[in-house]
């Protein structure tokens, strides 16, 4: 297989991945590990590498969108991004130290628990009440567009997901992902806040977690541009046709196909690591 | 936000969305443009070559360091023009926040600004 074809071939799995990843909403940063590793046999350290850079491709170029619509609560992003980032920089250096084994077995866990997350429904928003003092002295209550106007929310448990936030940045560093659905978990579940405004604003704060990881990776020569390239424009070109089509496309039935698939290659992942195959 | 004074003129959340929604698009756009330009430089020069990515080996200096990645951006090799591109990429979401800091600042909200400030050390001190 020569370059031209390897890249072709790379291109047109990346723009599945993206675009199953937009569709259902699971991300495309989870198959292209395993896909990269169990099938190209790239090595893991380049596949992280590579995730890395196109999760901050199609996390930038989702958030331009929602940003606009005054959906993403930017001050609870700003916020929890002190959490992320630092915990990202840290899962970085932990994966130059873990071997790969360990790190394709953690993998494999965390695209489970991902997985099976993302059915879990999420908490009812807080509408009414009190704010909290410290959601109100960093002017986190907020309101967000909905068919019937403005919708009022407030944000309950500031501490407990900044903690959830910074176990979500190290997974982003250590695993090269965007570690979405722990996000949405942490803001759902901990915080309270509605899930339009919990996944737009996840998404937003995915582009600077990954950047605060990134360095750390280019260092130590993870980003390969042989590899970026094709992965970057497919993940893009596909989470683009995604946001095109989710209007017309019933996503429930494909969602459980795309959740399958990822347990599947989570198992392969899983194997591959304890057989030191990978 | 309901809670915020609203005045002619004052820099308020709603302009600060317009301007970093756009920072994010075209950053990606300008990425992706050179990215793929890059990409189109390689495959023609080095297109029937075998890729190597089994064994992990690190990259050259001139992936990593800008000047060198110039240098080799100038004598028309493709690899360091799609690294490039990708730099730009990585760059979109820490302009961001130089934005939003700036934006904190113009709105007068301290709190903000100097939350902004300690994530953008944590990023550019790791980088």
Same mark, same amino acid.
């Given at each position: ?9 790379? /291109?047109?799995?990346a ?21 990269? *590793? ?22 930038? =170029? ?6 606009k ?9 700003? /916020? ?16 130059t ?16 628990? @991902?997985?099976?997350?993302? /059915? ?6 807080? *509408?009414?009440?009190?704010? @909290?003092?410290?959601?109100q ?6 309101s ?17 997901? /900044? ?15 965007? @570690? ?28 600077? *977690?990954?950047?605060?990881s ?6 130590? =020569? ?13 993940v893009?070109? =596909? ?13 429930a ?23 030191? *195959?990978? | ?15 600060? !969305? ?23 430089v ?16 690190? !990259? ?61 050390l ?6």
């Amino acid at each position: 297989m020569t370059i031209l074809v390897f890249s072709i071939i790379l /291109f047109i799995g990346a723009l599945v991945a993206g675009l199953l990843g937009s569709l259902t909403g699971l991300g495309g940063g989870v198959v292209l590990i395993p896909l990269l *590793t169990l099938v190209f046999k790239v090595d893991i350290h380049y596949a992280i590498g590579t995730s890395l850079i196109s999760v901050i491709a199609t996390s930038s =170029g989702a958030a331009a969108a929602y940003v606009k619509e005054g959906i993403t609560n930017i001050r609870l992003g700003m /916020f929890l991004e002190l959490a992320t980032t630092a915990g990202a920089i840290g899962g970085a250096f932990l994966a130059t130290y873990l071997p790969t084994a360990v790190i394709a077995i953690l993998f494999g866990c965390i695209l489970i628990i @991902s997985a099976a997350l993302s /059915f879990a429904r999420p908490a009812d928003p807080i *509408t009414i009440g009190s704010p @909290s003092a410290l959601s109100q002295k960093l002017r986190l209550n907020s309101s967000y567009p909905t068919a019937e106007g403005e919708k009022q929310y407030l944000v309950r448990n500031v501490v407990g997901g /900044f903690f959830m936030m910074n176990i979500a940045g190290i997974i982003s560093g250590l695993l090269g992902i965007g @570690s979405g659905a722990l996000k949405v978990i942490a803001m759902d579940n901990v915080m309270r806040i509605p899930f339009k405004v919990s996944t737009t604003t996840s998404n937003f704060m995915i582009g600077v *977690t990954a950047a605060a990881s990134v360095g750390i990776y280019l260092h130590r =020569g993870y980003i390969d541009p042989g590899l970026s390239m094709p992965v970057m424009l497919g993940v893009l070109g =596909g989470a683009f046709l995604g946001s095109r089509m989710l209007t017309k496309a019933k996503t429930a039935s494909l969602k459980i196909l795309f959740a399958l698939v990822i347990l599947l290659l989570a198992a392969e992942m899983i194997y591959n690591g304890i057989n030191h *195959t990978i | 936000m309901g809670t915020m004074k609203k005045s002619p003129g004052e820099i308020q959340d709603a302009d600060l !969305e317009k301007v970093i929604g756009n920072l994010l698009r075209y950053g990606v756009l300008t990425s992706s443009l050179v990215v793929f330009a890059g990409g189109l430089v390689y495959l023609i020069r080095h297109g029937g070559e075998l890729p190597q990515y089994h064994e992990f080996r690190g !990259e050259p200096d001139k992936m990593k360091k800008p000047t060198l990645m110039w240098e080799a951006i100038c004598r028309g090799e493709g690899r360091p023009l799609i690294q490039l591109g990708l730099l730009i990429l990585v760059a979109t979401p820490i302009a961001r926040v130089i934005f939003s800091f700036v934006g904190y600042l113009l709105e007068k909200d301290y709190l903000y600004a100097v939350l902004t400030v300690i994530v953008l050390l944590v990023i550019l001190l790791n980088f």
